[in-house]
């Protein structure tokens, strides 16, 4: 039957109806680490992973899998990282490392990865350490003083093995001891025959670039991302937040993030534009990596697409290689950790009625909800609370504006956002005027789970976005996060000074 289609679409062009759909998966997996020793086998542990999941990816019929930042090396210093970078070529889309393997004897993650989708006929998105020798010593030259560039890249292999595509993370985040900041910002693509995708690494996609010139001028329908995200409830939980940027471009997203329980990188998923989460998964057990396979439309705007999802949810053992593996990183085993956004910048606001109406502003930004619970369970537990805020976020490793409004659920006896045993919520409306040009939403439901999106509606506008529903859901936060992107300040490097 696939031959049948393949030979159809080839030959005569016949757009057959499976190609309004396309089945992609994600990996999210703990890289074993085993204490720098030996750079090389360290690779080769986790591409044996890799390999073993594009196979299983394969298997289950998915034509793309994304694997995480740092799944194959350790975040490590600039001198360590150079042992485990490789040098990728610049002439995208016509080297094929498994058709040279002479040649790329000493790039095994390029060679195997590049093996690995020829055989399973599979796209492959993944990150690496990427080196780039340069000359230290000529003028005017900007080459660093150890000769060499180091970026953090995703590379991009089509399902015969060629290169398809490399990208340089443009928003390192506190990484400027082991990478260079890209020379320009630049869009990186590849064409599939399930649309266009665009590639995007972590922190970047809490920034304008690359993601918006992506859709908007590559018009891509797709967006893969390695990341290695760290939670921070209640905005940007790595889940909460990919979804929420799935609704707000209306855009696919397939978001692979690293499994490191000590560092709160957990969550992961597929995501199909306003439609949300096809498939999402964020407290994988220490050890055991995720491979997370859905069926989503190759347009997320094309709402005639109707894509039978048949999702999986596939664990996948790693083993233990070593005393020092990654286990030692995670003490607390399947705990989950997660930070919290310091609310301090809020004007806020209790609700103490069952049902009622909250309107609240701090300067420019305005915030207004209306709700109504179910009387038995209100105040049973937890309180509630409207908050409106905005302001300049200051990380060691990032600045960024940021506007929000949110109604929440907090325990007043430990001073503590609630994550469970929440109100139930019959109907709720929550609206905010902001001045940011982005707001994204998201609705959490108890123990971190994603309200569905069937059950709520967005509603953007110029400066004023709604979140509306009328269902039954136990809430734990109801949010409208805006990027304020004009006034970032400028990207700054700041490790380099
Ligand atoms: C996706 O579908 C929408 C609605 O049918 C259409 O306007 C848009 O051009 C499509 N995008 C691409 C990249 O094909
Ligand atoms: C609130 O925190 C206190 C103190 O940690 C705890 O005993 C209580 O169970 C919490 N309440 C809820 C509803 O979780």
């Known amino acids: 039957m696939r031959f049948i289609i393949i030979y159809l679409t080839t030959s005569f062009g016949v757009i057959s109806a499976d190609e309004k759909c396309f089945r992609a998966a994600v990996y999210e997996g703990p890289g074993i680490s085993d204490g720098l020793e030996c750079a090389n086998q360290e690779i080769s542990k986790n591409l044996e992973v890799f390999e073993y999941v594009a196979k299983e990816a394969s298997t289950n019929k998915a034509q793309i899998i994304v694997y995480p930042e740092y799944g194959l090396l350790p975040r490590e210093d600039r001198t360590k990282t150079e ?108 064409d599939t025959p399930f649309g266009r995708i665009g590639l995007l690494i972590c922190f970047d996609s809490l920034f304008k670039q690359p993601a918006f010139g992506l859709i908007n001028e590559k018009q891509v329908t797709t967006l893969a991302m390695p990341t290695w995200w760290i939670n921070e409830y209640p905005f940007l939980v790595a889940h909460q937040f990919q979804q929420s940027f799935a609704i707000a471009q209306n855009i696919n997203y397939l978001a692979a993030n690293g499994n490191d329980k000590s560092l709160a990188t957990t969550g992961s998923g597929i995501y199909n534009g306003i439609r949300g989460a096809a498939i999402y998964k964020y407290k994988s057990k220490a050890q055991v990596g995720t491979l997370l396979i859905s069926t989503i439309s190759v347009n997320a705007s094309d709402i005639s697409a109707s894509c039978e999802q048949n999702s999986r949810d596939i664990p996948i053992e790693i083993q233990k290689t070593s005393s020092k593996s990654s286990s030692a990183l995670s003490p607390s085993g399947d705990e989950y950790h997660l930070y919290y956004n310091n609310l301090d910048k809020l004007n806020k606001i209790k609700l103490n009625e069952r049902t009622g ?123 409208l996060y805006g990027r304020c992107f004009q006034r970032d300040p400028p990207l700054h490097r700041l490790a380099q000074t």
């Open 83 to 190: 042992r485990y970078g490789e040098i990728i070529t610049d002439k995208i889309g016509t080297v094929n490392p498994c058709n040279k393997p002479e040649e790329f004897a000493k790039q095994q993650i390029q060679l195997r990865l590049s093996c690995a989708a020829k055989k399973n006929h599979i796209f492959i998105v993944a990150h690496l350490a990427e080196v780039e020798y340069c000359d230290s010593k000529k003028k005017s030259s900007d080459c660093p003083a150890d000769g060499r560039y180091q970026y953090n890249t995703a590379i991009a292999f089509n399902s015969e093995g060629f290169i398809v595509a490399k990208y340089r993370k443009n928003h390192l985040f506190g990484e400027s001891d082991c990478f260079d900041w890209p020379k320009k910002q630049e869009y990186s693509t590849f």
């Open 357 to 479: 109406e909250v309107n609240i502003c701090k300067d420019k930004v305005c915030c207004q909800l209306s709700y109504s619970t179910n009387d038995a369970t209100f105040k049973r537990k937890n309180s509630y609370f409207v908050g409106v805020g905005h302001g300049i976020r200051v990380m060691q490793q990032g600045h960024w504006c940021e506007e929000m409004c949110l109604v929440y659920a907090f325990n007043e006896t430990n001073n503590a956002f609630a994550l469970s045993d929440s109100t139930e919520f019959d109907r709720i409306k929550l609206s905010g005027t902001f001045t940011a040009e982005t707001i994204y939403p998201s609705l959490v439901s108890d123990d971190l789970k994603l309200v569905p999106t069937c059950q709520w509606n967005y509603k953007p506008s110029d400066n004023k976005c709604l979140i509306e529903s009328t269902s039954k859901i136990k809430l734990i936060s109801a949010s």
